[in-house]
């Protein structure tokens, strides 16, 4: 339990940028980063005057999955707003945003412990659909450039409730977000490139002279990575408590505060007090009708919820407890994930298909047709060992390949990698042990089985490279059993 004095609210505004092929309201290619400055441009994206900004099918489509993946409901009805604000960065001096009818509203993203249970639920109030604005960029000499290619790439915005109530849950959230982003595909959600950005909503609650106190709500802009994230929050808590115990001006503060991060300081730098929604001076997007998304038959929410794919938590409640912290590794890659199903679907135990995801990688990436199920089978029914073929998967893929007729087990014989079981050898060598060893036999018939692994250990030596493992052990138990 924590010791501190006072309890945290903390809700978090998470952004990403949608990988569509183009920008938001124009065609322009939605590439914000590698490009040469101002060069994935038009009127539209520039501002220019006379321009109509036209909706981006695919942005929309890419925003109801993911609220579809955060089961909010998808209301019949959605409209754009202008967002009005004087920044460099904003050539329209307005951003195209959605205000009162966003595409998604509520919805929720459970936490889960690691054996797959339900640890906490953390609620959504909307998830909206906007355009991204450009890029400044400070040079020397107190010069700054203005790079466009960001300006109108579709971001989308997820709001959660404030139910967040530590930094490391607040991490964990943010985590479990960009993870859902990626399942579904419609963002890379890197946050060292700026595709996914956080605002941290902060307030804390605590007890004083018999009554509750609530501070009012600082808001952390621009914090870019899960690490601040927690930071943040864990700084500009014990800022509000200080500052509340020291008798400062947040007694008598309604308002709420904007700040900034400060990686390099761990700072929360206090910037303003922050607009409230008539500052921004919302109004209907006159240039683009509201969109009925269930009258149009690609953007219909009743048919894209078919189209979800398997989501992080989903795998998790099946699989956390057989495959352990294998199993998170893997949901963080969409190929990965994709292996993992495949294989389970085919019949191979989830532990195993984990195991060679992480052992055998490019052995799984060019595998063709069958090959894997086959190299499973040899080592199941114990004619080659898992660690045999790991040593040598570079040259028994390549040799495997090598031509169409070759069978795995083919390739196995080649190189060496099949064990040999002769049963004779194996009866013989049984019986030789148990006739030298009478007292761990007495044992195992009394109930100590696990001098099995001794009787069985003695046979294999004895049998010197002609006995497998797995049967020789079900050889000793048939003859013990006698
Ligand atoms: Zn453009």
């Known amino acids: 339990m924590s010791s501190l004095p006072y309890r945290y609210i ?19 290619v939605n ?12 009127p539209v994206c520039l501002g220019l005057p006379g321009t109509l900004p036209v909706p981006n099918r695919e942005a929309v489509k890419k925003t109801i999955l993911v609220g579809l993946a955060l089961e909010s409901t998808i209301p019949k009805i959605s409209k754009w707003d202008r967002k009005h604000y004087f920044y460099p960065d904003s050539p329209k001096a307005y951003q195209i945003s959605q205000s009162d009818m966003p595409l998604c509203v509520g919805g929720h993203l459970d936490l889960l412990a690691p054996d797959g249970s339900v640890e ?24 700054s450039h203005v790079d466009l290619n960001r300006a109108g790439v579709p971001l989308i ?33 890197d946050m060292e490139k700026g595709q996914m950005r956080c605002d941290v909503n902060i307030n804390i609650a605590f007890e004083h002279e018999g009554t509750t106190i609530k501070t009012p709500i600082t808001e952390v802009k621009n914090v870019n990575s899960t690490r601040a994230v927690e930071r943040s929050i864990a700084t500009e808590a014990q800022r509000q408590y200080d500052e509340w115990m020291a008798d400062g001006p947040i007694r008598t503060r309604t308002n709420k505060l904007t700040s900034g991060w400060d990686e390099d300081t761990n700072e929360v730098k206090i910037q303003r007090a922050k607009e409230g929604a008539n500052d921004y001076r919302y109004f209907p997007e006159p240039d683009i009708p509201p969109v009925a998304v269930y009258e149009l038959a690609d953007l219909n929410p009743k048919t894209l919820v078919k189209t979800l794919p398997e989501l992080p938590n989903s795998i998790r409640k099946q699989y956390a407890k057989e495959v352990g912290a294998d199993l998170e ?28 995801i992480k052992q055998v990688p490019d052995f799984l990436s060019v595998a063709q047709d069958g090959d894997v199920l086959a190299v499973y089978g040899l080592i199941k029914s114990g004619d080659m060992s898992f660690s045999a073929f ?5 040259q028994f893929t390549a040799d495997l390949h090598s031509s169409r007729e070759r069978t ?25 042990v148990i006739a030298a060893n009478p007292q761990a036999v007495a044992d195992y018939k009394s109930g100590n089985e696990r001098i099995i692994g001794f009787i ?10 002609k006995a497998q493992p797995a049967h020789v052990q079900e050889a000793v138990k048939a003859e013990l059993a006698k």
């Open 120 to 143: 906490s639920t953390v609620r959504f109030e909307r998830v909206h659909l906007e355009e991204d604005a450009g890029k400044l960029q400070h040079a020397a000499g107190g010069v």
């Open 329 to 356: 590794s893997i949901l963080s890659d969409r190929e990965e994930i994709e292996y993992f199903k495949q294989y389970i679907a085919e019949g191979m135990p989830a532990k195993v298909v984990a195991n060679w």
């Open 31 to 42: 590439k914000p980063f590698g490009s040469e400055p101002n060069t994935n441009v038009c």
């Open 456 to 465: 069985v250990g003695q046979v294999m030596k004895k049998a010197a490279g």
């Open 390 to 394: 790991k040593e040598k998967v570079a």
């Open 10 to 28: 903390v809700g978090l505004e998470v952004h990403a940028e949608l990988n569509t092929e183009t920008k938001m309201f124009c065609r322009c």
């Open 408 to 432: 795995a087990k083919d390739t196995a014989q080649t190189l060496g990698l099949l064990q040999v079981h002769d049963e004779n050898v194996v009866q013989s060598a049984i019986a030789e």
């Open 157 to 189: 915005e997820m709001v959660s409730k404030p139910d967040l109530t530590s930094p490391e849950q607040a991490r964990r959230f943010l985590q479990e977000l960009r993870l859902l982003v990626r399942a579904v595909g419609v963002s890379d959600a």
